[in-house]
């Protein structure tokens, strides 16, 4: 069991990492210098992609919405791949790339699922609590992931949160076919129940390898799907 003091030892650890990356020379690096880096550079991407995401929930092109998040996902994904396989990679770029992943996911994984709530309800003040909860969620989530990370099996506590958007975009299937009404009812369930799951105490492994391609596919073919509401006949 992790002592309770022990996130702040960490967080120590990892600001004297790079503190002795750059002992002896005359100033730390700039931000824009990590800016260069290829993992961070798609972490980047996430971000826009997530951002996109937003604004198109925000004006209820929810199909366009949902590409862009599904996409976002991709490439959070990809960015750690990517940065396992630079093996020159400095200590101190790869605690500022954890550090940046973690804030995209917060945009990403949590505030996107909630403005899609609110924006599918109209802005319902009774849909609030649910955007609540899976930004609440997501920030309990990701400290202690940052905290404690995975144990020594490999596992972590509770579901990921890149998981809400990968469900909630096969959820919203369902948006073309039954009333908005009952929809947006069936979505306030499905993103309290990922609320939960994010802090939940049960253990999962970490998913990696063949995970990549199956959720590749899994994109792709939703990217697919949405993109077709998006044209005349599919309206």
């Known amino acids: 069991m992790h002592h309770p003091a022990q996130p702040d030892v960490e967080e120590m650890g990892d600001s004297r990492a790079i503190g002795q990356e750059t002992r002896g020379k005359n100033r730390a690096p700039t931000i824009l210098s990590f800016v260069v880096d290829r993992a961070n550079l798609v972490t980047l991407l996430g971000l826009s992609s997530g951002l996109v995401a937003i604004y198109f929930a925000l004006i209820q092109n929810f199909p ?16 750690g791949s990517i940065a396992r396989r630079m093996l020159s990679r400095s200590e101190s770029h790869k605690i500022f790339g954890a550090r940046m992943d973690s804030l995209v996911d917060m945009v990403v ?7 899609l709530l609110l924006s599918v309800s109209e802005f319902s003040p009774w849909f609030f609590p649910g955007a609540l909860a899976i930004i609440i969620a997501g920030v309990l989530r990701l400290a202690y ?12 506590a509770g579901i990921t949160i ?21 929809f947006s009812v069936v979505l306030y369930a499905v993103i309290l129940i990922l609320a939960y799951l994010h802090v939940a105490p049960f253990r999962m492994k970490k998913i990696g390898g063949r995970w990549y391609y199956a959720v590749v596919t899994y994109v792709v073919i ?13 309206q």
């Open 145 to 156: 992931f940052d905290a404690f990370g995975l144990d020594e099996n490999g596992t972590h």
């Open 64 to 79: 366009a919405a949902i590409i862009a998040m599904l996409w976002a996902v991709l490439m959070d994904w990809f960015d």
């Open 162 to 182: 890149d998981n809400s958007p990968l469900i909630i975009s096969a959820v919203f299937l369902l948006y073309q076919i039954i009333d908005r009404s009952v």
């Open 109 to 115: 994984s949590a505030t996107g699922p909630a403005i």
């Open 222 to 234: 939703l990217t697919a799907v949405h993109a077709y509401f998006l044209l005349p006949w599919g």
